[in-house]
């Protein structure tokens, strides 16, 4: 889908700002709060109560101000909440509750009522959280040194073809030739699609224009779906 969290080669968000060349001595997170989610992150992400792709969607689905003002690890928080309450997990009015009584810093707060939660999950429930490949045999379409074109999509659910590159002409640098699954419709559970992953080479100039500098390349992996021939113009 096409959402503020697309927002490579977008004009107005002022300079990247880094930090000091001093790794050791700078915090890996800006609040404790972020070591949280972090942490919290790593635990569910080991349930298989979601997928990398389906987690990926649902940052995309947020508030586009949310986005922007939330920061990475709110976006986490916030994929983590609104899934677990899509899937039955979490009760969203209980959480609510729960930030009262610690606002309020009272001692004993209030249970969750755990009656009809889709919890714990059945074995045959869970799902594999990140990327995903079969050892399966697959013969890819392209081949390495092969000019093609990343295909002109703007599905409404998740996609991993940012728009930066639709509808340009790459050079394929390398094939991954492994099973792939296709994130755009794992995310959705529409079927694995396995395929090729390929790695392709992007002049600067042909993605960002003339103003771009020259002699500079970006290498993307794009899924077989994602690319066609240069001859296949439809």
Same mark, same amino acid.
């Given at each position: 889908m096409n959402g503020i969290h697309d927002m490579g080669g977008l004009h107005g968000f002022g300079r990247v700002h880094h930090l000091p060349d001093q790794a050791s001595e700078d915090p890996v997170f800006h609040s404790e709060?972020?070591?949280?989610?972090? $942490?919290? #992150?790593?635990?569910?992400? #080991?349930?298989?109560?979601?997928?990398?792709?389906e987690h990926r969607h649902e940052i995309e689905l947020m508030n586009s101000a949310d986005y922007i003002n939330d920061g990475y690890y709110g976006r986490w928080l916030f994929a983590m909440e609104s899934l677990l309450y899509k899937k039955n997990i979490l009760n969203q009015e209980e959480v609510s509750q729960r930030i009262i009584e610690m606002l309020a810093d009272l001692r004993n707060y209030s249970q969750p009522d755990l009656n009809d939660r889709d919890w714990p999950l059945a074995a045959e429930q869970?799902?594999?959280?990140?990327? $995903?490949?079969?050892?399966?045999?697959?013969?890819?379409?392209?081949?390495e040194g092969q000019s093609i074109r990343v295909r002109n999509i703007h599905p409404p659910g998740h996609t991993r073809v940012t728009a930066y590159t639709r509808d340009k002409i790459g050079i394929i640098e390398r094939v991954n030739a492994q099973a792939w699954v296709l994130p755009d419709t794992r995310a959705h559970y529409k079927g694995e699609n396995l395929q090729a992953v390929y790695t392709i080479k992007f002049s600067a100039k042909t993605l960002w224009g003339p103003q771009a500098e020259t002699n500079q390349f970006l290498f993307i992996d794009l899924s077989e779906d994602h690319i066609e021939s240069l001859t296949n113009l439809d």
């Open positions: 709060w972020e070591s949280r989610v972090f $942490c919290i #992150t790593q635990v569910i992400d #080991t349930k298989g109560i979601w997928n990398l792709d869970k799902v594999n959280w990140g990327a $995903c490949r079969h050892e399966v045999n697959i013969v890819p379409i392209y081949s």
